[in-house]
């Protein structure tokens, strides 16, 4: 069975950063191109950023709102990948999901709140 | 610049079809998209992935009742037998190098 959990949501104040993680299950990880897709409260989805398959370049793709402040990365031992976010501002508040397009595999989405 | 546009809105009885409609922007009328289902307080589900020739290939476990069709820059989905849990929003989703892109979502109500 596919899993995809992501984790290390919470609240950070503007400014601050945060790391989010998402374990990945069920499937050849290091094959996968994966990305991080967001949703601001009672918004729709928006795609954050990409990361490839270090056997396809391992390059990484950010949406124009993350450019310069957020980065994917993936530990393909640990079948994890990763999203650093710094400059938090609040419009970066939102549920995250770790996603799989080829697969058709979603996470369950970790919070990430950013307030003073 | 690339965009899919949805309706915000879409409704029908229950045990009836919907036919929901995804524009893409000029120029991309040969682009492939995708359908996902999100029901309320849930994650997202992939449901498809549909080509300009209306060939789609459907998720782990998604129902027949579910069925893509296309036609010129537009993209359906059709759901048929209206069941209480369809009662969804529902986002096309499509790409291109280094960039993919989300429609603002169709919310569906099964009155």
């Known amino acids: 069975e596919v899993q995809l959990v992501e984790s290390g949501g919470g609240l950070v104040k503007p400014g601050g950063s945060l790391r989010l993680s998402c374990a990945a299950s069920g499937f050849t990880f290091s094959n996968a191109w994966m990305s991080w897709v967001r949703q601001a409260p009672g918004k729709g989805l928006e795609w954050v950023g990409r990361i490839k398959s270090k056997t396809d370049g391992g390059t990484t793709d950010y949406a124009a709102p993350v450019k310069g402040r957020f980065t994917i990365s993936r530990d393909d031992s640990k079948n994890t990948l990763y999203l650093q976010m710094n400059s938090l501002k609040t419009e970066d508040t939102g549920v995250y999901y770790c996603?799989?397009?080829?697969?058709?595999?979603w996470g369950q989405g970790t919070l990430v709140t950013v307030s003073s | 610049q690339l965009v899919v546009t949805q309706s915000p809105s879409a409704s029908a009885s229950l045990g009836a079809s919907v036919k929901l409609t995804c524009t893409l922007s000029s120029g991309h009328s040969s682009y492939a998209i995708a359908w996902h289902q999100q029901q309320p307080q849930k994650g997202p589900r992939y449901l498809m992935k549909?080509?300009?020739?209306?060939?789609?290939s459907k998720g782990d476990g998604i129902p027949d009742r579910f069925s893509g069709s296309s036609s010129g820059a537009e993209r359906y989905l059709t759901i048929s037998s209206l069941q209480s849990e369809d009662e969804a929003d529902y986002y096309c989703?499509?790409?291109?190098?280094?960039?993919?892109?989300f429609g603002g979502g169709t919310k569906l109500t099964v009155l």
């Open positions: 996603w799989n397009f080829v697969g058709g595999y």
């Open positions: 549909l080509n300009s020739d209306a060939s789609h």
């Open positions: 989703q499509t790409w291109d190098t280094g960039i993919v892109v």
